[in-house]
């Protein structure tokens, strides 16, 4: 399992991704929902601070506080810098919460600095925020988690297996190698379209989608659905579209509304999701 998400536009967002047991948002049920699991969060990652997207995050802390489980966790919670509704509520929560088990580790970041996750074999994780366009007056992020990854250099790909092995006896391991980075996930939160510059060759590209019909949309402050897919059709090595923040006046008619705008995708090697409002979604 990588992802479970919960998401229903205007009442409560949140990601779970579990590989690096963090939380994208927060929002109403995170703790009801997740139960024990939320003593595996080692990060709270918040996009902005509109209610939908951080509500959970005082039963998060109080239920790591009281519930069975490992008290001895830190828990680091990461937001935009300056984001004045964001900070005001951790203070609110830790102002009325002075006996906390555990460590509180506050980090508000800027545009494009590097946020380290883990190392773990032959790779490298951090976390990189983006500025987005949401509300205006609403400092609004979103986040790509890049890997720093190994491959063989181009001057020793000829070589077969028994040469290779020949050469790291001699060499060591780094004399054949050579490090790239890679896109592995890129979170919207709320936002316009993401720009294909923005979304090009990330592995998972998790897109909030408020509105499948256009039409619906009064304010220039989300998504829709036509929007992203022309983006997705101009940028290359997307290979799963995992499309939640859905509208839940399209709960009984994704499929329907969806099906034209997905036909454009499927000459691509793209694997599509939806997040049902309402519904935990798990992959």
Not at 76 to 97: E, V
Not at 200 to 221: A, I, M, V, W, Y
Request: aromatic residues 10%; hydrophobic residues 40%; proline residues 4%.
């Amino acid at each position: 399992m990588e992802f479970k998400i919960y998401s229903k536009a205007l009442y409560s967002t949140w990601i779970l991704f579990h590989p690096e047991r963090l939380l994208f948002d927060a929002g109403e049920s995170i703790s009801s929902i997740l139960g024990n699991s939320v003593y595996a969060i080692r990060d709270v990652v918040l996009t902005h601070g509109h209610v939908d997207h951080i509500a959970g995050l005082w039963g998060l802390i109080n239920t790591r506080n009281v519930a069975m489980g490992d008290r001895k966790k830190p828990l680091r919670i990461i937001f935009p810098r300056g984001n004045r509704a964001i900070q005001a509520y951790l203070d609110f929560i830790i102002g009325m919460n002075p006996r906390l088990r555990y460590e509180i580790i506050l980090k508000p970041v800027d545009p494009e600095e590097e946020i380290f996750l883990r190392t773990a074999g032959n790779f490298k994780r951090w976390l990189v925020p983006f500025r987005v366009r949401h509300t205006p007056g609403e400092i609004s992020y979103g986040y790509h988690i890049i890997e720093e990854r190994k491959k063989l250099k181009a001057e020793f790909r000829s070589l077969n297996s028994d040469e290779i092995v020949a050469l790291v006896k001699k060499h060591g391991r780094e004399y054949i190698t050579e490090n790239f980075t890679k896109k592995i996930l890129t979170v919207s939160g709320d936002s316009y379209a993401l720009p294909p510059e923005v979304i090009e060759d990330s592995e998972t590209l998790l897109h909030e989608c408020t509105f499948l019909n256009g039409k619906d949309r009064k304010n220039q402050n989300h998504s829709t659905l036509e929007e992203i897919v022309e983006n997705v059709c101009k940028s290359k090595g997307i290979k799963r579209l995992i499309l939640y923040h859905i509208s839940g006046r399209y709960s009984t008619r994704i499929k329907k509304l969806s099906k034209a705008f997905v036909e454009k995708l499927e000459d691509r090697e793209l694997k599509i999701h939806f997040v049902y409002p309402e519904k935990l979604f798990v992959l």
